[in-house]
């Protein structure tokens, strides 16, 4: 009769162990345990606090100036801090608690009472139907679960005659490009669920009930050393990244702007929908 060695029943014991934890897991809950402690790294990061995108949902807000509104995915909640100066009331709507908690704390800082938090799923939002006149999301639904779920929610909540504006990193339509741009997102965050192109999030929305205007397209550079800083992306991981991207062949290093540090440039969409 053959006898277990020690270290190959810690092995399966460690194994068990791991398979429990991961069955405990949800994506949900893996989304609040990467986000919760860097809120206050969103909240403070400069590429969140600016940008085109952000000032075109701003004015689109400015021009509708909407009675109550909703910011799905608020993150660092600066769409919200946007958003306050010209709604009656905004809704900051997340996930993690960790996160609103820094995103009301900012609020208060900056004299915005007309903020307040939500907590839940994008796929099931707490909210009854056509609760909201204006609906945005800005770089959140790469990390949804299920699209379509989340899109069928914020159509749900918008009222009749309301507008609603999604911006997000997008996926190039090229599969080889779109390959490496997925492997180095789910490298650097795990909680990461797809960047979806241009293409797919019309067919997403119209799906959803949304009637989707044209895309306005943008690049963005992402400096390497505070992108994975601010997600606390594990060495060995930042190691698998810089790899990946050494690995590039040359058309596809070109088309990210690829820098000597890491750095690159990836494709963002922003589109409005009624």
């Known amino acids: 009769m053959l006898t277990p060695s020690i270290s190959s029943a810690a092995e399966h014991s460690s194994a068990i162990m791991t398979k429990k934890a991961n069955e405990a897991k949800t994506h949900d809950s893996n989304v609040a345990a990467q986000f919760g402690p860097r809120a206050a790294a969103y909240v ?57 908690n820094a995103v009301m704390k900012e609020a208060i800082t900056r004299g915005l009472a007309n903020i307040v938090p939500g907590q839940g799923s994008v796929e099931q939002i707490p909210f009854a139907d056509g609760a909201f006149d204006f609906v945005a999301s800005r770089y959140s639904a790469h990390h ?103 690995s590039m062949p040359g058309d596809v290093a070109e088309y990210f702007a690829l820098e000597a540090d890491g750095s690159f440039t990836i494709d963002a969409m922003t589109i409005e929908a009624s």
């Open 44 to 100: 403070a990061s400069p590429v969140h606090a600016a940008g085109e995108d952000l000032a075109q949902i701003s004015g689109l807000a400015q021009a509708r100036r909407p009675s109550r509104a909703l910011d799905l995915g608020c993150g660092g909640g600066h769409v919200s801090f946007q958003l306050a100066a010209h709604a009656g009331e905004v809704v900051a709507f997340d996930l993690s608690d960790d996160m609103l």
């Open 144 to 246: 949804w679960r299920n699209i379509g779920a989340g899109l069928a929610e914020a159509r749900r909540v918008l009222a009749p005659g309301g507008a609603a504006v999604f911006a997000d990193s997008a996926s190039p339509k090229n599969p080889l490009l779109d390959t490496y741009l997925q492997a180095i997102e789910l490298l650097r965050d795990s909680s990461h669920v797809r960047d979806y192109s241009a293409a797919e999030w019309i067919a997403n929305l119209r799906a959803a009930g949304f009637a989707p205007g044209q895309p306005v397209m943008r690049r963005v550079r992402l400096e390497f050393a505070s992108w994975v800083a601010r997600m606390a992306t594990p060495e060995v991981q930042v190691r698998a990244i810089r790899a990946l991207q050494q």
